[in-house]
């Protein structure tokens, strides 16, 4: 099919022109460059979806999805030539289902819509990535986790069910308003974390939970990032369930309360010599219980050697935690090179800073950051101008993470900007097993090539 | 390959005989007779399970994996001239990791003995389908669940990380001590509920929590079934977050109080008129809290229209408990001649519940029943002899199921038992879909053959 050919059946598929806008091509991702595809689809039914998809599939051209654009491993950047499915005009809440306490909604409707339209009902979609403008759709194939993953889990834990455009033309639907089921492959889990490779995602049916009413958030300035990380087990353990347990060292917290003109009223002297911060945000069925709880964490916080503990008027914690959203843009107006996301169990966070020092001396990179400690999932802005060179310090902190048990992405997926490092480290055999599990679902290769695999 | 020299090869791999003892070849599945396979082994590690999958594949024998056999849908019978990889050897608990509160485990090790280990570490395995004597890796393969789901999830949501043996031969890890990742397909969660038609889970990686010490169970009879799953949805709703919601209906209430002589202290009057039966079970984190949530739960529930709400004495409540787990055998006893486990969004239990009493009125055919009400996940007994009717109650009532946006089976698995019910009633792009995942797997298609599809 010539590439007129192509571009009038999907005009005549969706209706619309599929001429790319200045926005359809990139991510944020700091080291995949941004391409203008060659069409641009912004469907409005599940059915044009998949239409669009058994075009390309019999066209063999490539098809990326996109949703908000606010990725960070260059997953939604297109291929050459190819077609990018935006998800933009697919932005309906269907349904809050308060009886089942789920939402169903198209893959455009952005975290920040969902809040508030859960909220309405006095309930809550309990993840919370950084980045509100995000679509559910980028979520899912990304499968976000963000502050709250410590207590609530990641978005994996909260989709059910979902419609799926599988790239041979058909239209699935995995799951549904209920959260066990022992009926077959959970296709539902498959999908979600898949980066946009194995099918498009067309509807989502997502867990909510009652809205907690009372929070708190406290404040450990501790002597350094040792103390904290080692302190990081013994609040998990203490079954206070916090609902966030935030690590940000020193740099990263002068650099964000400087962006953010941010005043925590903490003491000159207490900040000077503050090298690590905790932040721990509890949550309560009741004002009561939330206060014995913040008496009771700020304890043991002292216990392990914070040098205080502070509880934040709400509205310095509000603005807190939304500079800490913001990190990867303090990071990146530094002139940060790369951030990445690694995941490691949480008692290794220690040893892994230990590492992650050393890696950094040996080849003079400047690394600092701020993480989920909770989930042990360490967020690095990594400042190393030389690409062989940033190339080589990323490969051994993937390759460090890995030697303790974790993985090299928490959160933010592979992309194209950590599919060379993947495929270097991860077991060949995984990869092969992955490479026919994508031949399954996509026998024509479609669907967002060269990420991931 | 002659069955003796697969035979000598398998001793060769395993190190012993290869004779089938009397209980290799069954479940406790009413409907699917057990058989016994031409071989068995009884690997002691990893590789050799890798060694025997790869030697299968070459042969192109069937291989089913054996847990404890307390499946429920024959899932473990093995195939005609098969081999069974019985995992009564390994048996170890290898780590009980309280920094990052994980269990490593080996797929043999039973329920019970998980829970004994974990308590010594005041953690706890919060998974408890009914029946403790059930090996982790059956409990992997099935997605087994149990009447804490409402409050804890399933097995699905416990494991962090796997070891399995490919039918390739390979073995893979996948996942870790960590709760989230976004680094490639999720393979743990494919292989979690795919009856061991995929890989041989040969190591698992478990997610703990802290023991909660104080619990208590509220019984709340009320006037029919009716009442009872109107009021489901409401205790969900509340915050509260009950660990147990089960409705029991009267005729099963009887006949496991009677079979376990359980004494519930309910006033005649009350226990005649009562149809049906919430049994919530609250934990806390201190007395008070639990106190305080029990007073608000009797309240909630007598405002839903319970005739009453008794908090039972410990020892009644753990009595009920167990009766209630061992509700399949009370049924089995009175000569029940099959038993299903369909599931459905939880608000639509009033409305599948009346479709059942139709079905089974249609067909002359006793069905009685209890569940995980919070979850949606219906137990029924069913009681036919008649082997077309059953099969076509069977349908309806999954079919059904079905029509309200459920599942055949939440938690006992497709089996041989049901495989027909699903192949008949399932998206066949799906099924489709499933085939070509098993392929990706097992392209010899030894791994259970079958089962499920
Ligand atoms: C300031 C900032 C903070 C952030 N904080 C966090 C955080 O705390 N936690 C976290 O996890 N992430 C975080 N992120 C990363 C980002 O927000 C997430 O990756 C998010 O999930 C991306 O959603 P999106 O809609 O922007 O997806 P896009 O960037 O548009 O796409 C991401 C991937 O999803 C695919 N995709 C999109 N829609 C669909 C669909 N319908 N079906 C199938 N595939 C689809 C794309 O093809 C691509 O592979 C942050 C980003 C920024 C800029
Ligand atoms: C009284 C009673 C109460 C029950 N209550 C519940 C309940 O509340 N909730 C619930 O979910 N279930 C319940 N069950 C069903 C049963 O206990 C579960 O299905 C359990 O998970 C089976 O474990 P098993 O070790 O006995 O597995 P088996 O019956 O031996 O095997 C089950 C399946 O797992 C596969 N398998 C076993 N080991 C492995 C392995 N290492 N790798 C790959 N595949 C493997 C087998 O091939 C088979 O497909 C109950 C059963 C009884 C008898």
Excluded: W
């Excluded at 998809?53 to 050459?80: D, H, I, N, Q």
């Excluded at 809550?124 to 986790?145: C, D, H, K, R």
């Excluded at 708190?216 to 206070?240: D, I, K, Q, Y």
């Excluded at 090179?337 to 490691?344: A, L």
């Amino acid at each position: 099919m010539t590439d007129a050919a192509l571009a009038a059946r999907l005009t005549e598929i969706t209706g619309g022109p599929t001429t790319p806008g200045p926005d359809d091509g990139h991510d944020e991702c700091l080291t995949v460059a941004g391409r203008e595809p060659a069409h641009v689809v912004r469907p409005e039914t599940a059915e044009q979806v998949a239409a669009v998809l058994k075009a390309a599939s019999e066209a063999g051209t490539p098809v990326t999805a996109r949703g908000s654009g606010t990725g960070l491993s260059g997953a939604a950047v297109p291929s050459p030539g190819g077609i990018v499915v935006s998800f933009e005009r697919m932005n309906a809440v269907l349904e809050i289902d308060t009886d089942n306490h789920v939402a169903v909604v198209q893959p455009g409707v952005t975290l920040q819509e969902l809040d508030a339209r859960t909220a309405e009902h006095g309930l809550v979609y309990p993840v919370y990535p950084g980045e509100l403008s995000a679509s559910l759709g980028g979520n899912i194939a990304t499968n976000a986790g963000g502050m709250r993953a410590v207590k609530h889990g990641v978005t994996r834990h909260h989709v059910l069910g979902l419609q799926a455009a599988l790239p041979t033309g058909e239209l699935i639907r995995t799951g549904g308003k209920f959260a066990k089921a022992s009926t077959g492959y959970d296709l539902t889990q498959l999908i979600v974390g898949s980066e946009g490779t194995l099918a498009l995602v067309t509807e989502a049916v997502l867990k909510l939970q009652p809205r907690v009413a009372h929070q708190a958030t406290v404040l450990a300035p501790f002597a350094g990032l040792p103390e904290v990380t080692r302190a990081v087990p013994r609040v998990v353990g203490s079954g206070l369930q916090p609902q966030v347990l935030e690590y940000i060292d020193g740099m990263t917290m002068a650099a964000i309360t400087h962006t953010a003109d941010l005043q925590l009223g903490i003491p000159d002297a207490v900040r000077e010599s503050a090298q690590a911060y905790l932040v721990v945000v509890l949550d309560g069925r009741t004002q009561e219980r939330l206060d014995e709880d913040v008496e009771a964490v700020a304890q043991l916080l002292s216990e392990l050697g914070a040098v205080d503990a502070y509880v934040l008027p709400a509205g310095s914690a509000r603005k807190l935690i939304e500079a800490r959203e913001r990190a990867f843009y303090t990071a990146k107006a530094a002139g940060a090179d790369d951030i990445i996301d690694t995941v490691i169990p949480r008692a290794a966070l220690p040893e892994f800073m230990t590492r992650v020092t050393a890696i950094a001396q040996a080849h003079q990179t400047f690394v600092i950051g701020c993480g989920h400690a909770g989930d042990g999932n360490v967020h690095l802005a990594v400042f190393q101008k030389d690409t062989a060179t940033r190339s080589t310090v990323l490969h051994e902190l993937f390759a460090a993470a890995m030697a303790l048990g974790g993985a090299i992405s928490g959160e933010h997926g592979i992309g194209h900007a950590k599919r060379e490092h993947f495929l270097a480290l991860e077991d060949p055999a995984k990869v092969e097993l992955m490479r026919r599990l994508k031949q399954a679902f996509d026998p024509a290769g479609v669907l967002n090539p060269g990420v991931l695999l």
